[in-house]
Structure formats: structure tokens, C-alpha cells
């Protein structure tokens, strides 16, 4: 793993990382970001409408094939979102986006 990855692990996207806790909150819902650019970090979805359940997201990283771009990650239809706070489901990368 190199530093970038180790940096991103357990944090919530969108977070600062000099925030001294950049981890998840305990009354909030998170998606887990699986693979590419992103993986390791947790995306807010707490205020995710039910009809936004199989949207996926485009998030602004540096860190995609194109800086500044975005990296592109959909939640697996065939696996259950359950509500409630915590990590509730997972979204795999499917590519980047300039």
C-alpha cells in the first residue's frame, strides 16, 4: 500500500485530511468505496433519497487518470442497502471521467 492509499483507509470522502478525526461519524450512513482511485474511503450518504438507492456518483479526485477529474463508482445492484448508520453498502469503481 503506498502512502496515498494509507491516507485514504477509514476516511469519509470529502473530509479534510488534517482533520483531526476524519473518520465516520456515528449517526451518519456511508457507502464503501471498493477499488480505484478511492478505495478504502467512505462516502456520506445519509441524506440519499430511496429513489437515488441505485445511483451511483461521480467524485472529484486528483487522484483519477485525469487530474482533477473524476472517478466513477456504482452501488452492486445485487447487494441489499440496509438502512441505518454505519457503513450500509459498498460502491465499486467502474473508470474514470474527465
Avoid: K
Avoid at 3 to 16: I, K, S
Amino acid at each position: 500500500m503506498n502512502g496515498d492509499e494509507q491516507l485514504l483507509r477509514g476516511r469519509v470522502y470529502g473530509r479534510d485530511h488534517d482533520d483531526p478525526d476524519p473518520g465516520p461519524l456515528p449517526h451518519r450512513t456511508y457507502a464503501a468505496l471498493m477499488g480505484g482511485p478511492l478505495d478504502g474511503l467512505l462516502l456520506d450518504i445519509t441524506d440519499r433519497q430511496p429513489e437515488e438507492a441505485g445511483d451511483g456518483v461521480a467524485l472529484a479526485t486528483e487522484l483519477s487518470r485525469w487530474p482533477g477529474g473524476r472517478a466513477l463508482y456504482d452501488p452492486d445492484p445485487a447487494e441489499p442497502h440496509r438502512p441505518g448508520p454505519g457503513v450500509t453498502c459498498r460502491f465499486h469503481y467502474t473508470g474514470d471521467a474527465p
